[in-house]
């Protein structure tokens, strides 16, 4: 029989050796398609796959290689099955997953504050209950951003898949289409990143950022003040105003969290509302929750979404 664990609001099956089933438990509405959309246009070749409606990916759990299935399920829940993660962690296991899946998000508030601005009304309308997707962890998210910096989202994965087949250690689970786990931090601070198709200059920031966040782990915690966060990724040398604000969208929880910069998110909005549209000035109306109008127009342009990562 399942168990029912309260304060995750999680049921686990009883696991055999190393396997473990997950229910993860959110408010509806929670509009699947945009998130796994998101994913599937942003996997990382031998990191991760989305298929059928399900995302699997690799990871380090308490030291061990892992391997998760996440797949929505229609009682308001998020099965995952997961290889080769060991009990003892997973209460930090299934907090990471319900802050990637932005499981404990409030979308009937979101939606009453948002839907004061007609234009947010008609896209909540469109996708009721679309959630803002979180990095794994600070370090990939960190490199996902650089990596993404002016260019395409599939641009963006192929630098990651050869960073990943560069630095990344091989995977020690057998899974189909998974190959290595994402390189760990110490790795990549002091690796190098020529010859990887990118301006020198970003291969300095990779490096710049990674020696950044080993120093200080706690740069892109969650629950900080937002203008604090902001000043202190601006004053790192290749981190300008869109990185940071991203870096706080999709890693720190950022509510308000809103790069005005991105070149897409204007594209979207002037698509919507017409050429003359600032968005500077309607992302005004959107506070505190201007994270969630982004994903939204993003959204508005299909799976891919932004420009960048």
């Not at 993660?85 to 209460?91: D, E, G, I, K, T």
Request: positive net charge.
């Amino acid at each position: 029989m399942p168990t029912l664990t309260r304060q995750h609001a999680v049921r686990r099956s009883l696991p055999t050796p190393g396997h473990h089933t997950l229910w993860l438990r959110y408010r509806a509405p929670y509009h699947w398609p945009s998130t796994l959309g998101f994913l599937a246009a942003r996997c990382i070749p031998g990191i991760e796959t989305c298929h059928d409606g399900t995302y699997s990916r690799t990871l380090i759990v308490a030291g061990h290689h892992a391997v998760l299935h996440a797949t929505p399920m229609t009682n308001q829940h998020l099965r995952v099955r997961l290889e080769g993660a060991p009990s003892h962690a997973l209460p930090g296991l299934i907090a990471r997953l319900r802050r990637v899946f932005d499981l404990d998000a409030d979308p009937a508030r979101i939606s009453a504050e948002l839907s004061c601005d007609p234009l947010m009304a008609s896209l909540l309308k469109a996708r009721p209950g679309l959630r803002v997707p979180q990095g794994w962890d600070a370090c990939e998210q960190a490199m996902r951003t650089v990596l993404g910096q002016q260019i395409s989202v599939a641009g963006a994965m192929t630098l990651a898949g050869r960073l990943v087949q560069r630095h990344g250690a091989p995977l020690r689970l057998s899974a189909p289409g998974l190959s290595h786990v994402f390189p760990a931090l110490p790795t990549l601070a002091n690796a190098q990143f020529e010859n990887m198709g990118m301006p020198s200059a970003r291969a300095t920031t990779l490096a710049t950022l990674a020696n950044a966040l080993l120093a200080d782990p706690g740069l892109l915690r969650r629950g900080q003040v937002l203008d604090e966060l902001l000043r202190n990724l601006c004053r790192l040398k290749g981190i300008g105003p869109w990185s940071a604000h991203y870096l706080a969208l999709r890693q720190a929880g950022a509510a308000d969290a809103l790069p005005l910069g991105d070149v897409a998110l204007i594209k979207a909005l002037r698509l919507l509302e017409g050429d003359e549209a600032q968005l500077a000035e309607r992302a005004l109306d959107w506070r505190p929750w201007r994270a969630y109008a982004a994903q939204h127009l993003w959204a508005s342009l299909g799976p891919a979404g932004t420009t960048r990562r």
